[in-house]
């Protein structure tokens, strides 16, 4: 059993590259060095190693640069592994007035995970439906974006509603993506009542290009939703196949994952996932 760090002096910390290494003793005497991916807004995500006292007792930097050479991942750096970026695009709108909760740092965590370091991605703030439109096809045409991830709250209607009041109706969100960049493959809409079959077929009868459509089609729970977000764009980036392929290769390996989650009732989250079909659409978790 390991013990969980104190601020009596078992904790020192250090930099490298990026990562943040923090060793303390264990119950047993034995050192740890936990890798700790600091986030913007404070959250952060931890691996433990075990190793040896000669490890601990060299000077900082040493310390550091070993450690970090046997970590999971590391953030890139150079232009060339800037290019190699996760290709997801996430808007997000304010969910309260007076609250900094945000879907970031998750995506954050898995680009470093990934190696692409904490940004391997496009996020803005939006707080309007001409804030989002402007995002959306500025981001798409310049960034060639593969998925847009929207996240804002959400009515029974299936609109999108901006922090200010103002919402997007399924047809006026078509509308806006039909206007977005060619590489542009994949909507994911973390929303409330937003993944309905009807909000996808009017995204596709709109956007010929778009190959699928995510969301929810249930009132969902912040984290709850985050998870699934994680677990989904996890095993998207873990994939090696291209387009739908890549699309139902993930679906597949997330059902038997998350399928409480993934229920309409009994206080699932009604989670979706979209493909063309002859009849508009038609749903991958349920094919």
Known sequence: MESRPTLAGHCRGHRAGGIFVIGWQAEDGEPLIRQVLLCTSGIVVCHAYKLRMDLVRKNNQAMAARAASILPFHPAKTAADRAQWTRIGVLESRWARRSSLSIRPFFEMISAAYGYGPDGYEYEMISSPAGLEEAAVRLSHHEKLRILYLGCHGDHSGALVMHGGETLSPRALAQLLSRCGPSLRGIYLGACFAGR????????????????????????????????????????????????ARLRETVDRLKPVVSGLLKKNEGGLGFRVFVRSPSGAIDLLRA
């Open 197 to 244: 079959r009807r909000v996808a077929r009017e995204i596709f009868a709109h956007c010929p290009r778009l190959q699928w459509v995510a969301g929810y089609a249930n009132s969902i729970d912040f984290l709850d939703s985050s998870a699934l977000d994680i677990l989904f764009f996890n095993r998207w980036l873990e994939s090696k196949l291209m387009g739908l």
